[in-house]
């Protein structure tokens, strides 16, 4: 693979070094000459447009920030300007040099934000949108995309239940939950492609994310926008000569905050003295987990990007190279690929062409992803895992991990790639027709095998091995013409109208085998066929394939009374294919409107406001993120039985009850916010209210049985209630010609609850989610009666235990009881929420000449965990099995079996020092070849302040249905994963 | 800019008629599905429709690990139980209630068994309206083979509705998909009435026991289940009907019967029954589910619920459990030591891996016994912390002798995990007449019961002993036939009924349990299900 790498780089960037060449502007003759330069720094400035002012006549600086430029008679002063700088103007004076220093505009990168099918200045914009640029990403190494933007946006929740683990994504939601089954996720749109895969984006080519919060910004997106929009725009080429980019980092990661288990020689020693009863001491002393602990991990990224453009066209191309480790053995991700982008203009400037390309290849090590981890903390630590003569131990009642790490294999190899196309041809003024293609495909291949000799293979297949490949490959298309007008009237009314027609639609189909039997480890999967099982009948074959398509017709009118009014609609019909023949569209309409109060005269004299915006908006959007089919009653397979002949073919029955009435989730959200910036511009932010009801929530009923066939129908009957408030602050605390230090504060609470539940059709009284899982099947940690809180925990009260050291648990009538006498409908209580009611994030930063220094704090604030750590732990009962220290401390006491109650909800707030960076940025006055370069020191998830005993809090899993729920074991689709604390070392270059 | 020109044209070109045609198709491709309204379509279909609620019947009938009539049947009742062991078999409580009969109308056990057993009502009836709306020859079928899968189900349905009547006894009755919905809860009278009518209209119609019946519902299994009907009737229908019971045993003794393997007949000794190839073995069998895991991959899932975490090696194969059902104390100690369905059928004392003459033990890991020989005791405490308290929550790893009936085989028999779980057998046709008899005659053995019991007995005992452990009539007493009940049947989901007839299941004391209400005989009617469905009544008894 590595081979393959450094082949393809080479033949890139050969190419992309011609490509350069031939785009180098070309100079003219000489009568004013200068230097563009940057500050701070006083880098040179490449690219810079230097215009005479009042004339057409104009000129750029080359790769070393000079320019010349012949004047005309008459001419006064030179106006400079470069994308994301501020303009300067300089007098011509007798000198006949003008050299010129231009500083960073930070706002003006922030002016316009991305907004649904284009973009809008930020002042006229009437909802809820909040857009994060590259300088203000996280910076401790991203793994995925979302990570950059963790903790930066109010009411965007992110959590990496992963951890380090490479090969997982993150939980993500914006302003609570939106759906009970179907999808709680925002939509992703990259560069415009709905449903963006977010393995194409690396953190260096995403020039900015922006997410459309409410209802009235996303309703453009109709069934797909319930959980909000998230719009990820790439770096594209700007006009100048080429500028080649070099980013890197490297990361280590190590250990903090592990359960705290007994040691061997503790445990060894209660052995001894009889505190341990039924464990023998095998005279080993082994420190399981530490043995999965991949100590030496390091993580490394690199990024090449090129870019560069002129008058007519841009080009930005990119390639990366990334190895991520996570803490533990045997998990990896290697990935490489690249990013290019070419935009130009033809038709004397009347056709606009952006064509964009990504891919993505990587090689996932998915042997260990975390779920290993539990039966190792609880492995009795004077064993070992070998055997006297060398050998791997095995026994039936748990897994040998450190043996599963080196007798089986089990690796996906993946290719996402996309491509995108979008054709502007302006007809006439003001009129713009486009047409936008984009086509992505995700395909993957896993293999696993496991050796002959492995536990596994012993264990389950009589020591033949076991190996499986599967496939899957998706194809997403969309097709969406837009035709846009602008008109100004008077100078005063200004209407911007988008009407739109948009067809998607998306194929998946996979295949599968397994077999077993082989006689040896030479073919590992890469010889299925090898296996005897194949004519045994024992081999595992399968395929599927499904699709769907949504079909939608959608428009957009902006209109700006001067300055001072906004007015925004938009309506979007849309069908899906998944939904019931009775309900295949719908209709998701939306209003806002702004209203700028500093350009009233009331405020005008009002010095100390730079900006003051009242926007109010309402909007409905939908969600059809359900499976494939579900409302038709098809037949599934139901085993194999014995036909009359002997023969035992596969039975069949109805596998759903009929709902042609499904249709989509319908949230309605009214938002009224504030955009405000006092103090020239020290003091800027948003706060933002609302409050959103999503009605026709799809939830699996318990069907009549009878007279129905299955037992569930799937309806469209819930209603989940939100309101929310959100503020941000963005202060300049200091600003002086050296120095500056600033705070970015995200603040959001929302609340989320099951208003209704139950139609004339379907009734439920309540809903359980969050399985506990381990031992002892003790049921769901999570029950939401109609009306109440989502989060809820509900179960039993403790009321001490018995002098035996059994349970007693509170009865509705305040009695004491033992836990099997306990009604769960009338004597069991809410007894927590595991839904952060606050989320605070701060993040300062200070700039010092050419130093900077970020710190960034982030955490959850006002909920409850339930540490099943301790609860199945903590206990004699795991005995033999090793146990935390607390079995014989905190509940020494307990002797009976696993019980959930609030003796072990904990409250799980937190606030943890998430990002430290230190960065520098080399001064290179008049280089010629580096025109930037920055290094910087990142360390992550350096100290969490909490009261929580359990594992890392931030891990615990805050969005969706089953949240607050402690991952120590692998029930409920939680995977453990250790916490990490990181220290990472990063270079940008530009040349 | 000319090239781009021209790609933009021929892009625009090449997408023009794609938007056209598709402009507003909505319309989903099933590929890899079919839906209900194209199936049916050939025979194969067909008989794959018909033999759904056979696999599903897997689920609800057998002790497959989930919550069925089975696990309802047996931790209720005096024989078997799911103790907590140490840290094991809490599971929320379920088996706790079970066993001292104290279950709520929430309680998941009852709940997903009616889920379970109505879901298999459902599969026959959706396949019944399917086949019976459509000609016989749009399915490739001949008039008669139509007729043939429609009362093959309609008596399958009965099956499920008799086990319904056993459990819950009020509940509606429905005979259509869908329709009405919200369905009335009928008395438990009617039910019983609509369960002998059905089984009585269709029962000529249904084709006689063959090898090629195999695993499904016959004429045999029909009059099987007119027995347990007629047997029970005293109890569900409030009139006893011995004579009925009589009458359709003797269907299945003297009347033209067809069986698995050849006529239906008791089998010899205590193995063909319950051995890996016991299709081919068994002649007692009426009505099995049958697996096959050889060429099928069906194979019974029995194992999760009987078998300790390392049973695997005691049987040279692969199947572990959960270490769940255990034989309550005192239960052992109720066969004879000359009795060979003890050694045969339960596992008790020291274990030892499969084939090695003893001689190698079998070593537990990770609980109580942690790297001992693995030895299974008949009494249920902790006897590593030498206590002597003996209830539902004081079980080790080891507690309690253990199921050992029918077995899988070791993995290298041919018909390894293939045995079939008999629903009725002809040995139990036999008790039950014996029992009806006897009832008729005021609770005393007529020598003619002493004969039928005595058949199915003296399997169990060796020629030199049986003249001293056979039954007369003196010494078959009311009380001896539910023990000898208890010996033979043992494991097979009965016991609940048999304590019901002799008025024992709530009155009954046993172990860890006391007596309980009466109206507990039937089951509550689960909460979800009545939270659905105003027109459902609660069983007499449970909170409203």
Known sequence: MKRGFSFLSRVCLHSLWMLLLSLVAVSQSRTITGKVTETPGNTPLPG??????????????????????????????????????????????????????????????KDVVVVGYGTQKKSEVTSAVTSITAEDFRQSGARNALDLVQGKVAGLQISRLGGTNPNTGVAIQLRGVTSLTGSQQPLVVIDGIPNGNLDLLQQDDIESISVLKDGSAAAIYGTQANGGVILVTTKRGKKGPARVDYNTYFRKEYVQRRPDFLSADEFAAKIASGEIPNATDKGHRTDFVDLLVDHGNLSQYHNLAVSGGNESSSYRASMYYQNLEGILKENERRQYGGRISINSKGLNDRLTTQINLATNFNKANRLTDGGNLAGYYAFQPTYSPYNADGSWYFETTSTNELARLFQQTNMRQQQTSSGDAKLTLDLVKGLKASLFGSLQRDSWTDGAYADLASELSKETYQGTGYASQNNEMSNKYALEPTVEYNISINNKHNI?????????YEVYQGFNANNYGFVNDRFEENNLNAGNQLKLGKAGMGSYKNDNTLVAFFGRVNYAFGTKYMVSAILRREGSSRFGANNKWGNFPAISAGWNLKEESFLHDASFIDQLKLRAGYGVTGNSGINNYSSLVTMGTGGNYINPDGVWRQTYGPNKNPNPDLKWEKKAELNVGIDYGFFRGRLTGSVDVFTRKTSDVLE?????????????????????????????????????????????????????????????????TYKEYGGIGGFGALGNAIRTYEGGKLGNFYGKRFAGFTEDGLWQFYKKDGTKASADQLNSATDFAVIGNAIPKYYLSVTNSFKYKNWDLRVFMRGRLGYDVLNTMEMFYGTKKQLPNNVLHSAFTKHAQLKDGYQYSDYYIEKGGYMKLDEVTIGYNVPFNGNKYIHNMRIYFTGGNLATITGYSGNDPDFIKDTGLNPGIDALNNSDNRTPYMSTRSFMFGLNVGF | MKQFRKIATYTALALLPVFANSCTDLSENLYDQISTDEFYANKNEVVSAVLRPYTHANAWITPSGQNGWWRLSELSADQLAWPQKGRHGYDDGNWIRLHYHTWTVDDAPIRDCWRLVWMGTGFCTTAIENIEKRDASAMGLTQAEKDGYVSELRLLRAFHYLRILDLWGNVPIVTKVGEPTSPPTATRKEVFEFVEKEIKDHIDKAPHLSKALLGRMSKEGAYAMLVELY??????????????????????????????????????????????DNSNLAKETIFAIAYDFQISDFAPSWTGDFYHFVQGKING????????VVVIPGVYTTFDPADKRKKEWILEGPQWEYNSADTIPVITTGNEYDGEQLVFVDNIRRNKANSTVSNMTEGEENSGVRFNKYKLGSIKDPHYRSTDWAVYRLSWVYFAKAEALMRKNGGVATQEAVDLVNAVRQRAFDKKVWDTHKYTTATLTMDELLAEYGREFIFEGYRRQELIRWDKFTNGTWWDHKASENFRTIFAIPQNQRANNDSLKQNPGYPN
């Not at chain 1, 920030?65 to 103007?89: I, M, N, W």
């Not at chain 1, 010609?737 to 600033?742: A, N, S």
């Not at chain 2, 409030?238 to 006529?263: H, M, Q, S």
């Open chain 1, 700 to 764: 699996s009923f318990t069907a009549q049985l009878p007279p129905f066939v299955t037992d569930n129908v799937y309806a469209n009957v819930g209603t989940l209630k939100s309101n929310g408030f959100e503020l941000t602050i963005n202060s300049t605390n200091v600003d002086m010609k050296d120095f500056r230090w600033t705070t970015d504060v995200a603040f959001s609470t929302a609340t989320t609850k099951l208003a209704k539940f139950s139609s004339s059709l379907y009734k439920a």
């Open chain 1, 48 to 109: 810079v447009t230097v215009q005479v002012k009042g004339s057409t006549k104009g000129t750029q600086t080359g790769p070393d920030g000079t320019y010349k430029l012949e004047v005309p008679q008459g001419a006064t002063s030179l106006v400079f300007t470069f994308v994301g700088y501020k303009r300067e103007e300089l007098l011509i004076t007798a000198s006949g040099t003008a050299n010129v220093s231009l500083s960073a505009d930070v706002t003006a990168l």
């Open chain 1, 496 to 504: 911007t109208a988008i009407g739109g027609y948009s067809y998607r």
């Open chain 2, 231 to 276: 047997l029970n009737a005293e109890k569900w229908s409030g009139t006893a009907r011995w004579d009925d019971c009589i009458a359709a045993a003797d269907n299945l003794r003297y009347g033209p019967v067809g069986g698995v393997n050849g006529g239906l007949a008791l089998d010899t000794n205590l193995i063909d029954t319950y051995a890996p």
């Open chain 2, 317 to 324: 194969n692969d199947r572990n459990g959960n270490d769940g």
